[in-house]
């Protein structure tokens, strides 16, 4: 069964606001990856993590991997109408070899203007 | 650089029909190769992964196949098609444990009717 878990599954966010998604595994992880699909679209790569505690930033956008490397969180300030889409996280079990990535459920973004 | 074709884009196909998907990566070498199907408003479900030339791990029991007769080419099949197999399916390489970022192809859309 699925092994990286998302929350909340949808997010409606009025523009201007802040929100958070998060990412949780059953399994410590190697790394954390996070993407992005616009509706139509196909999956994006937007960041990795692989440190233990690592935060980076793109813009507006923060990425945090937990300190046990099994969660991970994205936050986005001052949310904007081209924030709309989906975001994933994709993790690899740090005992799978072969680096299988597996992705969690997404977390549907709506942004009413 | 390096560049996933996934074809057709879309497809509509009767119940009980034979299904092919090709999808080959260019640029790369010994890719890892993934089939993701993603239902309407769902996230990505991963179907099947190849970290080589006929090596193909099924991740989850259908009546759904795949090949890699070659080191970038990726082959979904199916003899018989199902209500139930309707989806996006999409095609993603990576470049193995150390580099396990995807990339993804533009997708198939498949309405079985």
């Known amino acids: 069964g699925q092994q990286v878990m998302q929350i909340p599954q949808y997010q409606h966010v009025q523009e201007g606001e802040d929100f958070t998604t998060y990412c949780n595994s059953s399994t410590t992880l190697s790394n954390i990856q996070w993407y992005k699909q616009r509706p139509g679209g196909h999956p994006v790569f937007l960041i990795q993590l692989v440190k233990s505690g690592e935060v980076k930033k793109q813009k507006r956008l923060t990425f945090q991997f937990g300190e046990a490397k099994k969660n991970s969180s994205l936050h986005i300030t001052a949310t904007q109408t081209t924030d709309v889409g989906t975001y994933f996280c994709a993790g690899t079990q740090i005992t799978d070899s072969w680096g299988k990535l597996q992705f969690g459920a997404g977390t549907q973004v709506v942004v009413t203007p | 650089s390096q560049t996933i074709h996934q074809w057709p884009a879309t497809l509509v196909q009767p119940v009980g029909s034979p299904l092919s998907l090709e999808c080959t990566v260019e640029g790369t070498s010994n890719p890892n190769l993934y089939w993701y199907r993603q239902a309407a408003g769902r996230g990505l479900q991963l179907l099947f992964y190849s970290v080589g030339i006929g090596q193909i791990s099924s991740e989850v029991p259908q009546n759904l196949s795949a090949s890699r007769p070659q080191d970038r080419q990726f082959i979904l099949s199916s003899k018989k098609l199902l209500l139930s197999d309707s989806g996006f399916y999409l095609c993603?390489?990576?470049?193995?444990?150390?580099?396990?970022?995807?990339?993804f192809g533009q997708g198939t859309r498949l309405t079985v009717v």
């Open positions: 993603a390489w990576s470049g193995g444990p150390l580099n396990t970022e995807a990339f």
